[in-house]
């Protein structure tokens, strides 16, 4: 099979039920930013600064993330019921929760904003919250709405990635700058 096509060389891609819409689409640019998400926790699971543990749990986000993206390019909800491994909802996000927790324990407290960076691992983690948020954004603004615990797992993700990434830095030893 080649990688190209040449489907989309007009500016149009398909969706999972056929449908053919603009590559400017909000539906295609909320699940381009959930890949770039996926790609930025890549780079992070290549930096410096994680132990294996860190990057188990960054493969098993990529693995959500892979399947958050095929529920978004899926609006007439085909691919949800048929295949197992794109389904995401409140396990999932108990199982984000509980990571939450387990990062926080061992932290100092919270008192101020802090800036992002520290070790590569940690900045490149604090950069994928960010791009969480904005996929967030994305979420929120399409029509069909999509599935309530989509947004949850996503709203839970940046809180975990912000989590993630204090404690990457706190093991590697850099100080958190105050803002």
């Given at each position: 099979m080649k990688i190209y096509t040449r489907t989309g060389d007009a500016g149009e891609t398909s969706l999972f039920d056929g449908t053919r819409v603009s590559k400017a689409d909000p539906r295609v640019a909320a699940y381009g930013d959930v890949d770039e998400l996926a790609?930025?926790?890549?780079?992070?699971?290549a930096g410096e600064g994680l132990d294996?543990?860190?990057?188990?749990?960054?493969?098993?986000?990529?693995?959500?993330?892979?399947?958050?993206?095929?529920?978004?390019?899926?609006?007439s909800h085909k691919i949800a019921g048929r295949v197992a491994k794109a389904t995401l909802g409140p396990d999932d996000i108990t199982r984000l929760e509980q990571w939450i927790d387990r990062l926080e324990t061992g932290l100092p407290p919270?008192?101020?904003f802090i800036l992002a960076g520290g070790c590569p691992a940690g900045a490149a983690l604090h950069f994928a919250r960010t791009v969480?948020?904005?996929?967030?954004?994305?979420?929120?603004?399409?029509?069909?709405?999509?599935?309530?615990?989509?947004l949850k797992y996503v709203n839970r993700l940046s809180d975990l990635l912000f989590m993630f990434a204090r404690a990457v830095n706190h093991r590697a030893g850099v100080a958190e700058v105050e803002w």
């Open positions: 790609a930025l926790l890549g780079l992070a699971r294996e543990a860190g990057r188990d749990l960054i493969v098993q986000l990529q693995r959500d993330l892979f399947a958050l993206g095929a529920r978004l390019a899926d609006p919270l008192r101020h969480c948020r904005r996929a967030e954004r994305r979420m929120v603004e399409l029509d069909p709405p999509v599935d309530p615990d989509l």
